[in-house]
């Protein structure tokens, strides 16, 4: 129910934003994760927006960098990054919690996208 998009090969030091379109009940209810999965690792998550949309929340390694948004109108959550280095290069999910708070976890969200892949490479 989730859908990603937007990813695609971006050079070092470029900027991307990245979509999930959701359902209506979902941007309402659901606080909303972007994870990211690199080759080879374990998937991590990297900015979260709470039910509310009033808090958000960044991994520390990436604060900063990364801006998790919403668009309730568009039923849209959006990530943006700047300053793309190769290490970012990863297929990126958004995931769905039913709660007003963020969490770190990936088992702590119930609904996930199928993944956009962003590459950064020159």
């Known amino acids: 129910q989730l859908v990603e998009s937007g990813g695609g090969l971006v050079q070092p030091g470029g900027s991307l934003r990245l979509s999930c379109a959701a359902p209506?009940?979902?941007?309402?209810?659901?606080?909303i994760a972007w994870f990211r999965q690199a080759p080879g690792k374990e998937r991590e998550g990297v900015a979260c927006?709470?039910?509310?949309?009033?808090?958000?929340d960044y991994a520390d390694s990436e604060e900063g960098r990364f801006t998790i948004a919403r668009t309730v109108a568009k039923n849209t959550i959006y990530l943006r990054i700047h300053g793309l280095k190769p290490e970012d290069t990863a297929v990126y999910y958004c995931?769905?919690?039913?709660?007003?708070?963020?969490?770190?976890?990936?088992?702590?969200?119930?609904?996930w996208g199928q993944g956009t892949q962003v590459t950064v490479a020159s």
């Open positions: 995931a769905a919690r039913n709660s007003q708070f963020c969490a770190g976890s990936e088992g702590d969200y119930e609904y």
């Open positions: 927006i709470s039910r509310t949309g009033d808090t958000t």
């Open positions: 209506e009940f979902i941007v309402l209810y659901y606080s």
